[in-house]
């Protein structure tokens, strides 16, 4: 309860400081290799032309995902977390974007009865990205992110992923200022705990965003 309270804090403090700048809300589904289907929303405040805060929760139906280093089919998780934006540069059509998203996941496992019913952890997702608007609807993104994750707990894993590059491509239509619709795609290896490689992520997802406040022409935040 404690940990939910912490990361809806900096929002509730971010938003009361200027309710008229630009926000962002948006919802999408989407499947894995690691799941069968999976569905996020997500909240970001402007506090700047270059920065913005916000919070993203994800919920998914495990495919597999590892307890105690051990594969289970069966379960679900929940991820709630802060995103960070920022705009490191913008010329003409182009644009370059660092974001960091930190985050509690939980995992109920509904597989192995040997292992424990749930256990947490922390996933760590700096990604850039690049974006080129093609015309006045479309946009074209491409970059990496960089995904780190670690089981807390009783029994600690802090090498359960480490960092790979995972490479992220997409394409947004803006239906008007403040309607946006997204394609995005995600392939890469990724490495597991003990060094080992044997594995290979890939995840699509469609996307819808509503922008409100003010400025909402001048600000376009693709989520991952």
Do not use: C
């Amino acid at each position: 309860m404690k940990l939910k309270i912490y990361l809806i804090l900096p929002l509730v403090f971010f938003g009361l400081k200027d309710l008229t700048a630009q926000s962002n809300v948006g919802i999408s589904v989407g499947f894995s290799d690691n799941d069968k289907h999976i569905e996020s929303a997500w909240f970001q405040h402007q506090l700047h032309d270059n920065f913005n805060i916000g919070l993203q929760l994800r919920y998914s139906n495990i495919k597999y995902r590892f307890t105690d280093a051990i594969a289970v089919t069966n379960g679900n998780t929940l991820f709630a977390g802060i995103v960070f934006g920022y705009k490191i540069k913008e010329v003409e059509n182009y644009r370059l974007d660092f974001n960091l998203t930190t985050s509690y996941r939980y995992l109920r496992n509904r597989d192995i009865a040997e292992l424990k019913k749930s256990t947490n952890g922390i996933e760590i997702d700096p990604n850039i990205i690049f974006s080129i608007k093609a015309s006045e609807k479309f946009t074209i993104h491409t970059g990496s992110m960089f995904r780190m994750a670690m089981q807390i707990g009783t029994n600690p894993i802090p090498d359960e992923q480490l960092p790979s590059a995972i490479i992220l491509a997409g394409i947004s239509y803006s239906l008007n200022n403040t309607h946006n619709v997204s394609f995005k795609a995600y392939t890469g290896p990724m490495n597991g705990a003990q060094g080992d490689t044997m594995k290979y992520f890939n995840q699509i997802s469609i996307s819808y965003q509503y922008s409100f406040g003010r400025n909402v022409s001048q600000f376009k935040f693709f989520n991952f």
